[in-house]
């Protein structure tokens, strides 16, 4: 079906060469820049007045797990590291149900889209009886609210008896979990560039999935033609559990179980020592940065120079609401860049560095080359920020404002040539409704 084009007109700022006055939209897609003192050339455009806004590539978050905005900030969990963090909060989660998944998903959706996000990851490894479908609900959410996503069929197959981290109650046994893997992109992955829901497969981490599940889901990632995802390297304990367990590093291990190449990306990434981040670099694995959950847990800071240096590509993550504990992504490249800051310098790497990551480098993780940058012939995927907020005022430059006086909130976003956000809301969202709902569940959850 083919749309009437649309001229984003005038932007008081935009993130792209050549576009000063704006861009064009038709079908979808990024059809025309349009340069300053110019006209679009495209016929018929209908003109959007974009004069009190800041253009940007929509973000695009490459590391999530929705279902934990059910127990954000929970005393038993809070005040811990990774490994009794999770340990305190397996049982509750072993308690998710279809709705209260159901709710959970929405409310990290509309956050992400509220923040300027317009593609997400959901990174489900958590199936308890009774929600054998979570991936399901996770798609029929995604298109309800028109964000684009990269959902994971998550798993965890290495229990308290084996030697893992997670209790027998939420793991499954591998061929449950590969069969399911299967049946899952089947149904649900679409392909091509204009791909509004895709499928990754994505074992949980090195301390709750074997080695066994490790290389069949490498073997099937590859069968299949679909992205591999894990968390690695995210602390000092997980390396001393693969020494223990594996008698190797956790590189070792994912290189060994046929993971290091270019179709996987990790969450963390922070301690891979020099040599692993060249094996890395060579093999196009790419790193989620995860800034707020790195210092929430106190897990530590991806060294996210030296892996560029190394050819590494990094996008950026929120990662799960129980560890952050917000979904906005503004914040979280705002916290990467004030956390790298701190850590390389003023000379080493500057708010466009943030920007870029989320954005082009997100695109990246993803495996979705046409998105994260406003380009001709790309998605048309973008938010747009007003600067009319007392936090902007007396601001100089317009795109550096974002960052360094904490945007938070898109006016406007865009998802595929539709608009997705309004007027800083989601149209038909009712949030007030969907707060109760979703403050039910979490309150059944922690009451058992
Ligand atoms: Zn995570």
Redesign the pocket.
Known sequence: MSTMPIWIKDPLAILAEGAGRGLVVKDGRIVELVPAGAEPATAGAVAYDASGHVVIPGLINT???FYQTLTRALPAAMDRELFPWLKALYPIWAKLTPEALDAAVTVAMAELMLSGCTTTTD?HYVFPAGLDDAVGIEVEAAKRLGIRVLLTRGSMNLSERDGGLPPDSVVQDEDTILADSERVVAQFHQRGPDAMVQIALAPCSPFSVTGSLMQQTAALAEKLDVRLHT?LAETEDENRFCEAMFGCRPLDYLEKHGWLGPRTWL??GIFFNADEMKRLGKAKTTISH?AC?NQLLASGACPVCEMEDAGVGIGIGV??SA?NDGSNLMQELRAAFLMQRARYGVSRLSHKDALRWATKGSAACVGRPELGEIAVGNAADLALFKLDELRFSGASDPIAALVLCGAHRADRVMVGGRWTVIDGAIPGLDVAALIRRHSAAAERMRAG
């Open positions: 590391h999530h797990h990174h968390h969450a963390h995860c959950s990662d799960g560890s």
